[in-house]
């Protein structure tokens, strides 16, 4: 019975479960340096990943989570004060990526909340995409054509598929307005000529 237990789904040994570290400076910078090598992060989102770490350290280890959280809260600090975290450039990179995705205002706005960026630096990030020309419809065209919605859908799909078109620009936080103008464009080249005078 133990042996079954010991193998995983096709047969082959388990690995043994990595036992958590104990949490020290050198332990939480090393990790934060790691993260940040990887990935783009704000000061918010790189605290909840240390203090993961620190919640699962001191679960196992029986030490007191709030000496891992000042740990994490000073390293936070210097790596701001220092420059290496920027919520101001982490926000508009972040929403110059989501736009070209063809995400949103509301849904760069949500995004950004979610990894903790403040509300000053989500509309300095908004502001900086329409000071580069990128508009509602100039993403909900970009949204269209990456689903093959609207003008992108072969004509005789158009309008069966209409509504069904005009709710997945809705769920991405389009307003009815811009939704219906990309949804309802004659061609793709209408729709783009209708960016060129919004632009």
């Known amino acids: 019975m133990n042996d079954i237990q010991d193998e995983g789904a096709k047969g082959k040994p388990r690995r043994a479960r990595k036992q958590p570290k104990r949490i020290t400076e050198s332990y939480l910078k090393n990790v934060a340096l790691w993260y940040l090598e990887r990935y783009a992060s704000s000061a918010a989102n790189l605290r909840n990943v240390l203090m993961r770490r620190v919640r699962v350290s001191s679960a196992h280890h029986g030490t007191d989570p709030a000496d891992g959280a000042a740990m994490v809260e000073a ?86 598929t209409r509504d069904r078109d005009l709710a997945a620009l809705a769920r991405q936080g389009f307003g009815f307005e811009i939704a219906a103008k990309v949804v309802d464009a004659e061609t793709v080249d209408a729709l783009e000529a209708e960016l060129d005078f919004a632009r």
């Open 75 to 160: 390293l936070i600090r210097r790596y701001d004060e220092t420059g290496i975290l920027n919520d101001r450039l982490f926000a508009e990179t972040r929403a110059r990526s989501l736009a070209a995705r063809g995400s949103s205002a509301r849904m760069i706005q949500r995004k950004l909340m979610e990894k903790g960026v403040g509300a000053a630096d989500i509309d300095a990030a908004l502001e900086a995409l329409r000071e580069e020309g990128i508009g509602e419809l100039d993403a909900a065209f970009r949204y269209a054509r990456r689903r093959r919605i609207g003008p992108f859908r072969s004509a005789e799909k158009r309008e069966a």
